[in-house]
């Protein structure tokens, strides 16, 4: 049958209850249902083909199956051309075609169980970080939320948007390897305690290069590597400049910090070389620092962008905490 668009449409939008209708009765016992007459049985509804001047008359529907056996869809034509209704050979035919597509949609499962599975091991390893200290949990998740509506403002592709995600749920995983006594510290670092917390960024990478990524995500280690790099040169662990640093990695510089300076800390906060308090700053004053260090620390397209997404930013903020 040619299914113009309107059909294609329809036929889209169907949503049959297990049990319900020729599909429905077919994903539920299993069997192959080869009807001259759909309108002859008893549990085939009607309404779709009054509403649209249309008449079923002969249909074959099977099974869908995976290799253990289990029912996973089916497979239904209608209205066999220039016969009453589908025969042996039709039945051959359709039961080899239920059968490969038995396998695509098994392998299309898995495929989506495991990325599942990758997700969720990523975000269970990002939070173990945060959980550390009661004040810095849901750090990395908002700084991803952030990062990623920075990310869709600014119109990057969408591998880059899935390494973003990743990176910056990771960004903070270094810490792992900090002592204790530093990143429990309640209280600004001395000197020593300074330079020791500012190689987190490296023992990240370090960490996450020992991580199997698919080959999209090969540049997660990397961009998570380079949060705390500036654009100006003199941010650490490289000393990075400009075009040297991924800017999945300027983003999530905007998203840390924003989020470190409007979240409660037992460390006192630093800007333009001033010692700020423990307590959560404004957004307003927060938006004034974040500005001020445009093109020495931050990207100004990043920020333009971190602007734009703002009042969307702000009502998460707020309901994140």
């Not at 020729?22 to 549990?43: H, K, M, Y």
């Not at 220039?82 to 359709?94: L, V, Y």
């Not at 990395?140 to 939320?145: G, I, W, Y």
């Not at 800007?271 to 445009?294: H, R």
Request: glycine share 6%; with cysteine.
């Amino acid at each position: 049958m040619n299914c113009g668009p309107r059909w294609r449409k329809a036929l889209i939008t169907i949503r049959l209850p297990i049990g319900e209708g020729i599909s429905g009765r077919v994903a539920q016992t299993g069997e192959i249902l080869n009807v001259e007459d759909a309108w002859e049985l008893p549990f085939f509804n009607r309404e779709f083909d009054k509403r649209n001047n249309f008449r079923t008359r002969s249909v074959l529907c099977l099974p869908i199956k995976n290799h253990a056996g289990e029912k996973i869809g089916v497979l239904q034509v209608i209205n066999k051309k220039g016969k009453p209704r589908f025969d042996a050979q039709d039945e051959w035919f359709c039961q080899g075609l239920a059968a490969q597509v038995g396998i695509a949609l098994e392998n299309s499962l898995l495929h989506d169980e495991m990325k599942l599975a990758f997700k969720k091991s990523i975000q269970t390893l990002a939070a173990t970080v945060d959980a550390k200290h009661p004040l810095t949990a849901g750090h990395s998740r908002r700084v991803t939320d952030y990062s990623m509506k920075i990310a869709q403002k600014m119109g990057l592709p969408r591998r880059s948007q899935d390494n973003l995600y990743y990176a910056a749920l990771l960004h903070d995983i270094g810490k792992i390897g900090i002592s204790d006594a530093v990143l429990l510290k309640n209280g600004p670092f001395t000197p020593e305690e300074r330079l020791e917390m500012n190689t987190h960024p490296a023992k990240t990478e370090n960490i996450l290069n020992n991580f199997y990524f698919p080959r999209a995500l090969r540049r997660v280690p990397w961009i998570a590597a380079c949060h705390h790099e500036k654009i100006d040169g003199t941010g650490y662990p490289r000393g990075l400049t400009e075009d040297q640093i991924p800017l999945e990695s300027k983003i999530i510089a905007v998203s840390d910090v924003f989020d470190a300076l409007t979240s409660l800390r037992d460390y006192p906060k630093y800007a333009f070389g001033k010692i700020l308090d423990y307590k959560i700053v404004p957004i307003e004053k927060t938006v004034y620092i974040l500005k001020k260090d445009v093109g020495s620390h931050f990207d100004p397209d990043v920020i333009e962008a971190f602007l734009s997404c703002l009042p969307e930013i702000t009502f998460d903020t707020d309901n994140a905490r």
